[in-house]
């Protein structure tokens, strides 16, 4: 599995910006968020790969638990082209074949043209 400058979690915007977070930040970032779960407009059911709305996910952050990458994520959201932007889980070997919604196809749009963080086509 490659990971891109040990991430486990990149939020990337339509622009081809993005915040890279590491084991341990995207884990208390997961946790002190409830996943994103309030900010989240489409997901894989099976790993951390999400689409999240820019407005709740800036909203999502200034409301919980401090954490350290939050500024650089409100900075990401806030300059986004987009009203998304796109997580990847880069630790998953997930294929997303149970990610069936239009969300996806947005998703994959978006990260079709960024490197590959070790995901596999779904």
């Given amino acids: 599995m490659t990971r891109l400058g040990g991430a486990a979690v990149v ?3 339509d622009d081809g910006n993005r915040v890279e977070l590491a ?3 995207s884990d208390a970032l997961f946790t002190l968020t ?6 989240t407009v489409s997901a894989c059911p099976t790993c951390r ?3 999240v709305a820019v407005v709740a996910l800036v909203d ?9 990458r939050s500024s650089e994520l409100v900075e990401l959201a806030e300059e986004a082209p987009t009203l998304h932007v796109y997580v990847e889980d880069v630790t998953s070997r997930c294929r997303h074949e149970d990610w069936h919604d239009p969300g996806h196809e947005e998703w994959a749009d ?8 070790g995901r596999l086509a779904p």
Wanted: proline share 9%; hydrophobic share 45%; net charge negative.
């Fill in 34 to 39: 409830a996943e994103l779960e309030a900010a």
């Fill in 110 to 117: 978006a990260l079709d043209d960024e490197p590959s963080l």
């Fill in 11 to 13: 939020f990337v915007d």
């Fill in 23 to 25: 084991p341990d930040e």
């Fill in 49 to 51: 790969s999400r689409v």
């Fill in 60 to 68: 999502v952050l200034r409301a919980g638990a401090p954490h350290t």
